[in-house]
């Protein structure tokens, strides 16, 4: 058996990848930026011939480049925000080749999900937001796909997993605007200055979903994340029925 522990920030997913790593110790663990078969945010995907250029241009910590990257056909797969180095730019210059936030075209973003799906044959692995969170946030405020659009990739996503064993945890969350304000103090600093909040803002209000509605503010990335947890769980229900199981965020038994 997989499995792929989702839900929306804040929800626990973390807690609940760590609880389900202790009771099953010989699975392997993807967590968001390690390297992971089925998912690639927080890494940069590339072809061979970009991937020298990026060695030869910070030659001073190719060593760590290397460690951090693994091949996959044509392409190298590098878990960049893993590696940590003060060198100017070297982490916003990688950001660029990551899959999300519009640097690839829809077909491109399509084509390279189902394939990695398709070629995926592990077992006893936990992923941590390796089915919803990035791809679903990615259609919605990038693709500005519609809804049935999203659930119409999710069947060729199901059809990508055929013969694969695998459950997918669903943590929901009931109050979106209670959980977001509580991990808004989570993820600050030892000064209370907020880390996480003013990030996912500006990854928001600047999305071009938001723009194209003129929409802005907290108010509207609540709405916003209600929604996305809604499409979500229809998915769950109208695709995925029988292989997902749905959890209440921080109020569910792990047996």
Not at 53 to 75: A, F, M, N, P, T
Not at 108 to 113: A, G, S
Request: glycine letters at 6%; proline letters at 2%.
């Amino acid at each position: 058996m997989n499995y792929f522990v989702e839900g929306l920030q804040g929800s626990g997913k973390s807690t609940l990848v760590k609880k389900l790593s202790e009771k099953y110790s010989d699975y392997m663990v993807s967590y968001e930026g390690d390297y992971s078969p089925v998912e690639l945010a927080w890494c940069a995907y590339v072809d061979k011939e970009t991937y020298g250029g990026i060695l030869e241009k910070y030659s001073e910590i190719r060593s760590e480049i290397e460690e951090k990257s693994v091949g996959e056909g044509d392409h190298m797969i590098i878990c960049y925000t893993k590696i940590i180095t003060d060198i100017p730019g070297f982490h916003k210059d990688l950001e660029k080749y990551e899959i999300y936030n519009g640097n690839i075209t829809t077909d491109r973003f399509e084509e390279v999900v189902l394939r990695r799906l398709r070629s995926w044959s592990g077992d006893k692995s936990i992923f941590e937001c390796s089915i919803f969170q990035n791809i679903v946030e990615d259609m919605i405020l990038f693709q500005k796909r519609s809804d049935q659009e999203i659930i119409d990739f999710y069947k060729r996503v199901s059809e990508a997993l055929t013969g694969k064993k695998y459950q997918i945890m669903y943590i929901m969350t009931e109050d979106v605007a209670s959980n977001i304000d509580v991990i808004r103090k989570e993820r600050s600093d030892d000064k209370g200055n907020e880390m996480w909040f003013p990030l996912m803002m500006r990854y928001f209000n600047s999305s071009p979903y938001a723009t194209a509605k003129g929409l802005s503010g907290t108010d509207a990335l609540i709405d916003h994340l209600r929604h996305r947890q809604e499409l979500e769980l229809r998915i769950c229900r109208e695709i995925f029925d029988g292989s997902y199981t749905l959890l209440k965020s921080k109020n569910y038994c792990l047996e």
